[in-house]
């Protein structure tokens, strides 16, 4: 319920009977905890495709503590770490993004739990594949009178998890019969831009991502 929860609010529409059942049949229960200074930090489930990962974490605080109050606001310090276990660097198979952690409501949660999710996208979701997930320090940020928000670490340590994933078996369609050549602009400032030729070379969809593939003669992140 609380993937389909996100996806529904991420699409702002209903799901489909068929996308339900398809989140239902997917999802891979965790479930490892690690505690430091009484706040318990668990992977409880994960979703994957191949090329994204979605992680539902749930933080518990010590007893009294109200993380579902709504004054309260959860950050981090630093970025999350997440990682092949074998050793191997990620950014050579893949484009990655690290997402901010995003607090959802979750019905079955008590006032002392809130329910976070953590999204990367990469290749190397391989089913079987093993993956290190690794935060360092826990940190309540509180949003101020003047618009900034003041931290303060909460559990100093480090969560360190090892998963091992599945995926949704390779599913993915080529949508693409042969590449397609059009114009694409590449802005210099808010109204002056240069326009350059580019190939689409690959279009893959996936049940959960999408993966764009082209070449050009300027620099690839230019045209993102």
Known sequence: NWFRNYFTQNSGAPLSPEQADYIEESVQDVC???THNGYTLTVESALTDGFSAFLKLTLGGPEGVALNAD???YTYKGKPIFYPADGSDPTRSGT???SEWRNLEDADTE???ISILYTAQGSGFDA???WI???EDLTAGYLQEDGFYRDTVIAEGVFRYELVLTDSEGEEMQLLPQPMEYTARVYV???EYEEVEVTLTSFILRPLSADLLFKSNVDAASLV
Do not use: A, Q, T, V
């Open 133 to 135: 997930l690794e935060l």
């Open 96 to 98: 990655w993004r690290m």
């Open 111 to 113: 006032d002392n739990e």
């Open 71 to 73: 004054d309260y606001g």
């Open 128 to 130: 079987g594949s093993k």
């Open 32 to 34: 490892m905890s690690r």
């Open 189 to 191: 400032s808010e109204s």
